[in-house]
């Protein structure tokens, strides 16, 4: 049962901008924190962006700080991932998390929900 759906990736040229959804209709239970992870094979699951539903604080791994914007829209149900200024090293699988419990949201084992993902390929 896919309970998180991620949409927007795609193929985009260094310099580029795209822009990821997050659907989180399906989850039912209260929201702690939401985020965005980036998984490149061989590679562990980083964090990207991360956003607390209590607060509406935002956060940002050192790579992308400046680039990408994380937004939360409750009434649409959906995470937002604003990526512009796009390079080859941003190439990856993104996926959407969400946890119930409170935790530090860039380490991956604090979400219980994942999507499957979708493809951002950056070419220089």
């Known amino acids: 049962q896919v309970r998180l759906q991620e949409s927007g990736g795609g193929s985009v040229q260094a310099g580029g901008s795209l822009r990821l959804s997050c659907d989180t209709s399906r989850i039912t239970t209260p929201i702690n924190h939401l985020g965005w992870f980036r998984q490149v094979p061989g590679n562990d699951r980083e964090p990207v962006a991360t956003?607390?539903?209590?607060?509406?604080?935002?956060q940002y791994s050192r790579s992308v700080k400046g680039r990408f914007s994380i937004s939360r829209d409750s009434a649409k149900s959906t995470l937002d991932l604003q990526m512009d200024s796009l390079q080859p090293e941003d190439t990856g699988t993104y996926l959407c998390a969400t946890s119930r419990w409170a935790g530090n949201p860039f380490n991956p084992r604090s979400y219980d929900t994942w999507g499957q993902g979708t493809q951002v390929t950056v070419s220089s």
């Open positions: 956003f607390y539903t209590s607060n509406s604080d935002k």
